[in-house]
């Protein structure tokens, strides 16, 4: 394993194990899930095999109002089949429809990263109503050649996939080190997407 001596080395006295597995990169898969998260993966186009990450939430159970529970005497048994979708059948035999019963859960939120790669245009029925995407910008558009033979994506690249795929927010980074200048790039991309910022250390966002 490459990497292991590399742990051994700079990562002395981690408190967990890393365990490695292998990816395709060349189709989309579930590579994580729990009950409320699955991790996929996002082809990219780079110069060795590369892939981004899409995390997304799992729809929450419906909220069952308590006026309801009060009106029909729910009992407490048959709640969780009604956060679930099912109607509920009173001592008389009347159904009660489960949109009265319930309203919607809160939205579900969905990240997607993508690293190293050119422009991508694939990747936007995937990630498409993100609410945070991070997306390579190593180059300006007037760069845009030296992207596409490094497999790199300009700004505003990077700002047309977040428009074209309706995301709320996108993060730009991973920039050359030849802008002095990091705040041109972001304007750059703000003239097609307007709600984009400066990928930071120590960044956090609240989704």
């Known amino acids: 394993m490459i990497l292991q001596p590399q742990l051994d080395y700079f990562c002395k006295g981690m408190t967990y194990e890393v365990e490695f597995h292998d990816i395709n990169t060349n189709s989309s898969d579930v590579i ?12 990219l186009k780079h110069r060795i095999p590369t892939c981004g990450f899409l995390f997304q939430e799992k729809p929450a159970l419906r909220h069952i109002k308590r006026e309801m529970i009060d009106r029909y005497s729910i009992p407490i048994a048959y709640i969780n089949c009604i956060k679930n979708g099912y109607d509920f059948i009173t001592e008389d035999g009347e159904t009660i429809p489960n949109d009265v019963l319930t309203s919607d859960p809160e939205p579900t939120r969905k990240y997607a990263y993508c690293s190293d790669t050119k422009y991508n245009p694939s990747i936007i029925d995937q990630i498409r109503g993100c609410n945070l995407l991070f997306h390579e910008a190593t ?5 845009k050649k030296r992207a596409e033979e490094t497999f790199h994506t300009t700004t505003k ?3 047309s996939i977040a428009n074209d795929a309706n995301v709320k927010r996108l993060i730009i980074g991973h920039f050359s080190a030849r802008y002095e200048q990091e705040e041109l790039l972001l304007d750059e991309a703000k003239t097609i997407f307007e709600e984009t910022i400066l990928a930071k250390e120590n960044l956090k966002i609240n989704l």
Do not use: K
């Open 32 to 43: 994580y899930e729990d009950r409320s998260l699955s991790v996929s993966t996002i082809p």
């Open 139 to 143: 180059f300006a558009e007037s760069d």
């Open 157 to 159: 690249q990077a700002a």
